[in-house]
């Protein structure tokens, strides 16, 4: 008889919020590869070396990882704020070709995908 003893830690859920999943989906395989197993090392406790946190969401609750893919900049956003899951908020391809920073637009989606993210956590805490 062989037993096995392990000491990572179990996964924790993955809610995907929206159309976070759909559109992860539709990115490129290779982007898609990093992606999910930037998720797999969040669901993990660990946080993977192209997730980073994004600012405006007040400390580190908020992250996104970025890929770069023959010149195109994807994204997936997410948060471990609640109730010991991991919310996938949104996943995107960044179209503006100025600066780096986020659009206005997704932010607002992230947002709002943040708080029903809360109101998920809530109903599974009742």
């Not at 995907?16 to 999943?21: A, D, H, M, P, R």
């Not at 997730?51 to 609750?61: E, N």
């Given at each position: 008889?062989?037993?096995?003893?392990?000491?990572?830690?179990?996964?924790?859920?993955?809610?995907?919020?929206?159309?976070?999943?759909?559109?992860?989906?539709?990115?490129?395989?290779?982007?898609?590869?990093?992606?999910?197993?930037?998720?797999?090392?969040?669901?993990?406790?660990?946080?993977?070396?192209?997730?980073?946190?994004?600012?405006?969401?007040?400390?580190?609750?908020?992250?996104?990882?970025?890929r770069d893919h023959r010149g195109d900049t994807f994204r997936?956003?997410?948060?471990?704020?609640?109730?010991?899951?991991?919310?996938?908020?949104?996943?995107?391809?960044?179209?503006?070709?100025?600066?780096?920073?986020?659009?206005?637009?997704?932010?607002?989606?992230?947002?709002?995908?943040?708080?029903?993210?809360?109101?998920?956590?809530?109903?599974?805490?009742?």
């Open positions: 008889m062989v037993i096995t003893v392990t000491t990572e830690p179990p996964l924790k859920p993955v809610t995907w919020v929206g159309t976070s999943l759909k559109d992860l989906r539709e990115f490129p395989s290779l982007v898609r590869d990093v992606m999910g197993y930037a998720l797999y090392i969040a669901q993990r406790g660990g946080k993977h070396s192209d997730a980073k946190v994004l600012r405006g969401f007040g400390g580190a609750g908020v992250l996104e990882v970025i997936a956003v997410y948060t471990l704020k609640y109730a010991g899951a991991l919310y996938v908020l949104h996943a995107f391809q960044k179209k503006s070709k100025t600066g780096r920073a986020t659009p206005r637009r997704d932010l607002e989606l992230i947002k709002q995908r943040l708080r029903e993210a809360e109101q998920i956590a809530r109903g599974r805490e009742q």
